[in-house]
């Protein structure tokens, strides 16, 4: 018989008048089982209480706001690379995508994905489709 917590699986055979040799599984509840183990459950405020749970929290929340504070520093620096920025307008040539404009119009210090980005923002693009043609603002 396998136990878990006040449930047991319990192997029986099939009845005689199947004429199966199968083994099945019987679930069986065992009260003697549960009550010993109500005695030494945890409450909720002995878990939350526990120092190493509390280090784990104050761990999580340093990580959140380091993160928070690396991410805010870097946009800051992509904004003013690229707010300072000089612009050109440039035509859209077969073949062209946003990621090969924004290579061949890198700035330096910059992501190329960043400047995806801020090209998608100041061409008012919705998606990365280009049509031949198309006049775009990329920085110089």
């Not at 099945?24 to 749970?53: C, E, I, M």
């Not at 104050?58 to 991410?71: D, K, N």
Request: hydrophobic share 40%; charged share 15%.
């Amino acid at each position: 018989m396998t136990t878990y917590g006040a449930l047991a699986i319990k192997p029986q055979q099939a009845c005689a008048r199947q004429n199966s040799s199968r083994s099945h599984l019987r679930l069986v509840y065992d009260k003697t089982n549960s009550a010993s183990q109500r005695k030494t459950k945890q409450t909720p405020s002995q878990v939350s209480g526990s120092p190493f749970v509390r280090l784990a929290i104050v761990f999580a929340l340093i990580a959140c706001i380091t993160s928070i504070a690396v991410g805010n520093i870097r946009n800051q620096a992509v904004c003013n690379s690229l707010g300072n920025a000089q612009t050109q307008s440039i035509c859209v040539m077969p073949g062209d995508t946003l990621w090969s404009i924004a290579e061949r119009h890198a700035v330096e210090g910059v992501s190329t994905y960043d400047e995806v980005q801020w090209i998608r923002a100041q061409n008012n693009l919705s998606t990365a489709e280009l049509r031949v043609g198309a006049n775009l603002v990329v920085p110089i």
